[in-house]
């Protein structure tokens, strides 16, 4: 029995209020509570694999977990098991679909601990992180990482902090970032970051505030902004921002409301939405957007319902949705979106269900799955996925557990990590993964 399979059988979600669960917000006598819906879980568990010596180690255990962790080992004492089933559960995993490639070392230190922030590849190859949030509220604060001297710098701060937004590389070299809240309030602000000046400007603000939407940079150069969540409750309105004129139109609303969804750019110029959630349900169905039109249409719907997963398009133009959380708890399951047909397959599943983590398009056309929290933990694990197998094998892990943080693709093709949270706090950590 592996190790993932307990931590499945071992848990299951009680709260059955969506627009609540999972959130941490506020913390009462130094601990965690639920509140919101920002998507944070409590727990901490951190299984860091020693590659050299072949055994697991573990680090960043969440102070809740620790007490069930000694009832198991002491119940096996006591049943006259030894320690092998506690040795058996630190160790099937190690070498499942193990890689000996790829690894990651750790790089310069943010100024800021932050998570539920943005991360943007500029045009000059440095990184901008902006706003989040840090436990004493949602920052305005943004920094630039450049790869040359592995330094984060601060840069011009936002005219309104926020966190659960939107951050868009403009055809002009410029962000876009759009909505989100501050702690307190929905946005409809949007602003500007000239990298050139190191300046924020603010530019129209949306027709509707939202937060946890997605954003995405049509081939005309408008970006299209779609669902999130808003203080009406669940959005599906879309609505587009011309760079060349600053302002903001309503298009086409989408067939179903939704929130935590994804966003991808075809490459026959629509945007596919996918899963997500609203009225309480978890959503499987997708919608295609045509800019040509401003209309939006169903088309075929992924085969296992799911929110805050990750959607990668591949260079065989097809879609590669990974993880995320559904009906039946976190997901490991993975799919492919055909454009050609419409249709959604199941490919291989990950190593590891996953919740809030990052993919990211390497240079050589892998996918690379990064942190998350999986319902008992946060991890430091990292996989990859073939396109040419259909197959996720593990690889090198990160120095520190981590979700909710960011991930870029540099120039070089090294990918970047940033901040984050891992249940003993707010990150301002960064790690550079070199495949």
Request: hydrophobic content about 30%.
């Amino acid at each position: 029995m592996s190790s993932q399979h307990i931590q499945m059988t071992a848990w299951t979600t009680t709260d059955t209020d969506l627009s609540n669960r999972y959130d941490l917000s506020k913390s009462t006598n130094g601990n965690k509570t639920v509140s919101n819906n920002s998507g944070m879980i409590d727990g901490n568990q951190n299984h860091s694999n020693d590659q050299n010596n072949k055994r697991w180690t573990l680090s960043e255990y969440c102070s809740s977990l620790l007490p069930l962790f000694y009832g198991l080992l002491l119940g096996a004492l006591i049943a006259g098991l030894g320690l092998a089933i506690v040795t058996t559960f630190w160790l099937t995993s190690s070498n499942e679909n193990a890689s000996t490639s790829g690894t990651w070392s750790i790089t310069g230190t943010t100024n800021y601990a932050r998570y539920i922030h943005t991360a943007s590849l500029l045009t000059n190859g440095k990184v901008l992180v902006a706003g989040g949030y840090n436990g004493s509220g949602s920052l305005n604060s943004t920094e630039v990482y450049d790869p040359s001297t592995a330094v984060w710098t601060t840069t011009g701060s936002m005219n309104y902090a926020r966190y659960r937004h939107t951050a868009s590389i403009l055809t002009n070299g410029k962000v876009l970032v759009v909505g989100g809240s501050d702690s307190s309030i929905y946005l409809n602000s949007a602003e500007l970051y000239d990298p050139s000046i190191g300046v924020w400007t603010v530019t129209s603000s949306m027709n509707y505030a939202r937060y946890l939407h997605t954003a995405s940079v049509l081939t005309n150069g408008k970006v299209l902004v779609a669902g999130g969540s808003g203080s009406s409750g669940y959005l599906n309105s879309a609505e587009l921002y011309d760079p060349s004129t600053g302002g903001w139109t309503t298009t086409g609303s989408m067939n179903y409301a939704r929130f935590r969804h994804s966003a991808s750019v075809l490459t026959n110029g629509k945007v596919l939405v996918a899963g997500g959630s609203g009225s309480s349900v978890y959503l499987d169905s997708a919608e295609l957007y045509d800019p040509s039109t401003g209309f939006w249409t169903t088309t075929g719907s992924i085969n296992i319902a799911r929110e805050w997963h990750t959607a990668s398009v591949l260079t065989n133009r097809k879609v590669l949705v990974a993880g995320g959380f559904g009906s039946s708890g976190y997901l490991n399951s993975t799919e492919l979106y055909d454009p050609s047909t419409g249709v959604w397959t199941l490919t291989g599943n990950m190593n590891y269900t996953r919740f809030r983590h990052t993919a990211s398009i390497l240079t050589n056309g892998k996918v690379l799955v990064a942190g998350a929290f999986n319902g008992t933990g946060c991890l430091n694990s990292s996989e990859l996925y073939d396109p040419s197998t259909g197959v996720w094998k593990t690889t090198g892990s990160m120095n520190y557990a981590r979700y909710i943080h960011t991930a870029s693709v540099l120039t070089n093709g090294k990918v970047l990590v940033v901040d984050g949270y891992n249940l003993t706090g707010y990150l301002n950590s960064s790690e550079l993964y070199e495949p």
